[in-house]
């Protein structure tokens, strides 16, 4: 009966665990291609993740930006004539041909994010939009964004 109430116990606490985990998240949307993009941080790296949606058992990818090497640079602005307050995360790296970018924007109360792909030459060649309605961010990314990555020069 003990190891019985161990298990359950145990079972508990990663259940929790697992439903923690998901939440920790900076921004997180479904892709207009059906994929599911999430950012989030660790202490010194960056993470966004793709993951289908219909097929669970796919792995997806992940693209891993190292905070401390500068592959990773945030920026937030405000323009108070249009409205519009925006995060932008870019990152380069040995892997990755040119940069990327994750952008999360919010215009009168109205959330908009994309992630897209340039070249090494800094022209967009991908762009791809989040679904409006999955849009889920931080409250704290347009203000502070993620901490310990520098800003872009």
Known sequence: MKSLMISALLASLFASASVYADEEYDLKCTLESGEKMTLSHGSDTVYISFKAIDDPDEGGSVIKLDIPSGE???????????????????????????????????????????FSVMN??????????????TIKADSRLLIKGIAHIPPIN
């Open 72 to 114: 990773a640079q945030q920026t937030m602005t405000k323009n108070s004539t249009t409205g519009v307050t925006a995060y932008i995360l870019r990152g380069t790296g040995d892997d990755i041909e040119g940069s990327i970018a994750v952008v999360y924007e919010k215009h009168q109360g109205k959330q908009d994010a994309y």
């Open 120 to 133: 090494s030459l800094g022209a967009e060649i991908q762009s791809h939009s989040c679904k409006i309605s």
